[in-house]
């Protein structure tokens, strides 16, 4: 994004910045989102690899049952005509299906990821915000193929034996490590599979529509407001900036009755006023609504202003 | 107190900018949920035909909310509906049918010709790898041993008998064993052909390594038969599935190759977008190659063992050639993408 853009006050500020992104949507609306951790990356791999690897031990155990079941106990293990090659081709296609298709399958489904991803609550998306395609998604998991299974297959022979059995096993250890470690390489946590397709992978949001913050602040049918009793003056609400009032908001919304005093005691030191008692949550959400108020009107002519420490700012500068 | 009350009550603004359109949004929600959870065929015909205009009514409210209200829990809500809606509406929404009738009907063949320059070059690859395997074996017969694995091996090796090599191009299989043997070349093959793609991601350099070895190998198999006066009747024996299999393995190659090359010669776009421009057009090649390779498989197993005659295995061998080349050269070329 240009750099204009990174100082528009409603770009979120996260916990791990180093994570935050912007997504345009097709609207040309900007939309804050987060990248997937690299943790989050390797434990949603990890447990599909085991579902992957339950499911291959259920077909495994379907075709051994089906074989027993329609040939008896003398089956001969080794014949490959009759019901037993049907068996045994099933086997095949399923378990080529199975680790090729896992991946493809789920993440063209609504939720965009596997049964691994939607545990950690993270999804495939499109990297320039259109729609994700079906192509993309071939395209991020056929790749897989070479960061993953060819390795761990040529780990794999190792067991089988034979010769240059150590240098291959070292050459697949150090092919999964280059590939593992690919994503801690780039700012966007892509490994190869995102890069050919478009694609990475972000954390999903679900936030719950919170209540009115301030609900006592609004003109009773009487006329009386439980907050109407406290009325400030414009010095009053001048010595703060939208960081307080959302610090406040916090307060007001948790509704903790010793952050709510500590909270009401500090504004009535610096507003100068005498700090009551008993009646906390009515005084902090009439300030509350007075100071949103205030800002909220300035900012309707485009001045903003960060915090208490800051001066209001003409936007866009 | 009723919500028309509440509106008239709200002392800010932008509390009454919130009330007047949280019905909107708890509706987008519930129907986004719903999809989420995978029950979009329970929706009424309402919501599905509302989703699109919620969510820019949406889009609308968080633009406005962004400019207009200080309620940072307010903003977050927006926020993330915004985007769980966005990923319903712009989401992986061509069903399975769908999306395999717009690749046979054209998808597939546009995406082969488009990468036709990096087919020709896995052709002359593919070729190259041919002769030099040839050619390696003519000079030193001990090539064969080091280019052939030696699953493959069996009577096949240099001063084999002229019948010995004609009972592995005629010899009468057990019939049985066909379809299991079919299932093993395909996932083989498959396997092979994903690999030629998957490592065109480092320049495209492995993927032309892995042609070439795979190549040479043919050729010192051709130079054996060769040696018998047995030529046509192994290139019969190859091709009632190798038009098939070559083919689709010139393709994967070809799709390695062109990712390989976009992220080297990016032209004026960045590395990522070019990289994955390429990328998402080879994989369509690539579900393609995964059809053909099925084609060959059932090819190999059951046609090459059950026809055992030369002439009719050049015939289908060329039959299937010929309606590969017709369908790629001659399909879907006037529709633009219907998804495009």
Redesign the interface.
Known sequence: MSGSKAVE??I?HSANPKLDRIMV???G?A???TIAAAGARAGALLLDLVIIQLISTLITLLSVALAILFLGGGADFL????PF??I??FY??T??LLL?GYFIFF??????ATWGKRAVGI?V?S?DG???????????N??R???LF?PLSFMGSVEAGGSLVDMTAWAGLLWVLMFMLFPLFNKDRLR?GD?????WVIQ???????D??APS?????DGAAPTARYQFSDADLSVYG?YE??TL?NVL?SDQDDALEKVAASICQKIGWEPGSGDERNFLEAYY?AL??R??RS??FGRRRKDKFSAEEQAGR | MSSD??L????????RF??ER?PD??RL?EIVTK??K?K?RRLSDDDVLALPTLY?TL?SS??IA????????????L??????A???V?????S?SR?MGSFFGGGWSRAVRAIQFDIWVALAVMIAGAVIGYILVAGDSDWFYALVPGNFMDARVPGASEEALRGTLFGAQ????L??????L??NN??VA??A???G?AFAVPSILLLIHNMALLGAMLWVFAQRGLTVDFVGWLSIHGTTELFAILLAGAAGIH?GRSIAFPGAKSH??A??????????V??GVIVMLICAGLLEGFGRQLINNTAARFGVGGGMLLLWLVYFIGFGRERRGPDA
């Open positions: 006050p409603w979120r949507t097709p609207e609306v939309l804050n989102v014949a490959t005509d009759g090659g049907l045994k081709i095949l296609i378990n080529f090729n993440e063209l489904g609504h939720k965009s999804r998306a990297r259109s729609r994700l395609t079906a192509e993309a998604v071939i395209a991020r056929i790749v193929t070479v960061e060819l190869g890069v050919i397709a478009g694609t999903n949001v679900k936030k719950n529509l919170g009115i913050v602040a609004a003109i009773a049918p939208e009032l959302q908001e919304r609504t949103r108020a800002l909220e900012m309707r | 009350q509440a008239n009550a709200a002392v800010l603004r932008s509390d919130r009330l949280e949004w708890i929600e999809m989420e995978g979009a820019r889009l968080l633009s962004r400019e207009n209200s200080l309620d940072a829990g307010l903003i977050d809500y926020e993330g509906l915004a985007l769980r966005y990923f319903m712009y989401g992986t929404q061509t399975f999306w057990d019939e049985g064993g379809a299991v043997f079919a299932a093993f395909f996932s498959a396997q994903l690999l793609f998957a490592l991601f990712v990522l977008k990289a994955s421009d390429a990328g998402k057009r080879a994989a369509l690539m579900a």
